[in-house]
């Protein structure tokens, strides 16, 4: 069976490793990129089944790379990673197409189920 594939997309060096090391030992093939830019070439070139994207991303901002996204893919997996009030862009986000978001500092276990649950119907 061929390995699912996860994107994190997220400016913070520390949770791109921390996220990539929880979702490696889970069996996922996982990607990371430090911006929109790169997280766009990442999608064009290996289509990823689940983004973890962070809202607050220098350049183009979490929206706009969901909006791309989308485009992109209609159907893939979104699920935000947001700092603590920003629920004017957690509706906006959910109205386009984000499954759900996790308010930083998330717990691991919670967002690691969470992706389990998307990707594996668990």
Known sequence: MEKKKVLIVDDQNGIRILLMEVFGSEGYETFQAAN??????????????LVLLDMKIPGMDGLEILKHLKTMNPDIKVIMMTAYGELDMIKEATELGALMHFTKPFDIDEMRIAVNKQLRGD
Request: glycine share 8%.
């Open 36 to 49: 929109g830019k790169i997280a766009l070439e990442i999608v064009e070139k290996e289509p990823p089944d």
